[in-house]
């Protein structure tokens, strides 16, 4: 090559190849926005509707991502009658700090009342302890992977594509879903699960209205009760037993469960679990419900006020103040252990 082509190609790349490079990065980077936080360069794949993303607190999406991993990892594909594959789910669920760290005291789970109806309180819904929404209910799910992020006002709403478990043994089921075909379809069919994190708080999470009319479904047919003896002779359904919720060594369990037997038979004298059952006659929403251990947990406390205010059972408590003092003991006993047994777990 000559000198004067080699210095002809030198003058090419530096007067003009050069500056095009450098105002096209110039540009790319303008493009970028204002404030390159975690959220917006590390999710943009998962975040959907960016321009709203402003409005929310981009920690909110951070903990999205976190969460939605911990599901996905937790509770993989596996045969959807698989209850070992079920209790490993329901155990890391439970035992996740990410989620323990994130859930408040008092969390909500329902059916969404339609597609783009995403404020927990539009849709019916029941009170949970955060510890047995994770342990029972959300373990009845198979989580396939690809979320979504969408932000809704304030709210960060992580889609999570799901499979139900819906050939698990009835006593593996929270309760029998089945005794509303709504409620049951609504489980079995549902594309996704919704979860709702405003403020650094996963407050809820809802089954999508979006259905899947092709899923294989299983036909169950309830038979009036709530709760029943297995072939074993065992107190069903299994999972709503305290030694279904706990650890095998938490050491409050057994009196725990004494303090629930002899509350809940005062309860059903007084009525409470007549009006505090899934079939909710009174359109309770949120609904609480008293008729199982692991439910009844949920307001303790609350319960116990209620009592004492004598504003519950409706209209005006419980009258004879013998049998109400009965009632406040029982209660403040059962408060008392559910605190304990929750506290050695780890809760809050
Ligand atoms: C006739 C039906 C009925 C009976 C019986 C009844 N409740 Fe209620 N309860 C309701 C309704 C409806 C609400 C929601 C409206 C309200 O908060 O007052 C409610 C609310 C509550 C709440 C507040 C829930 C929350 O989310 O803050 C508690 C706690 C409660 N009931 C406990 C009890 C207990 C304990 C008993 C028995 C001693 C009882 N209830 C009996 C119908 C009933």
Redesign the pocket.
Known sequence: MSKRLLSILLYLIAGIFLPVVIIWGFSAIKSLPPSPSVASSQSSSLVTQPEIATKVSNSDVVLAEKIAKVFISACPIAESGDNIAREQCAEKLAKNQILRDSMPNEVRWGGQKELDHFNLSESKTT?FNPLVLRRLYLSTYMFIGEPKIQQVNNLTVVHLPVKFRNQLDSGFFPYPFWHSEKKWDSYQKTTEILLMIENGRLKGALRSAQKDQSRQVSMREWDGKWEWKGNDDAQNPKVSLYTSLFSANNPHVVALDESYRAFEIK?RE???T???NPSNT?E?N?L?L?NYPNQALT?RH??L???KAK????PKG?TDDQELNT?IQL?SAFAEMGDKALAYEGEK
């Open positions: 009170t309860m007084h009525s409470c007549v009006c505090h009174q309770m949120p609480l008293l307001l609350k319960t006020d209620r009592i504003t519950m059972p409706p419980i009632m209660a």
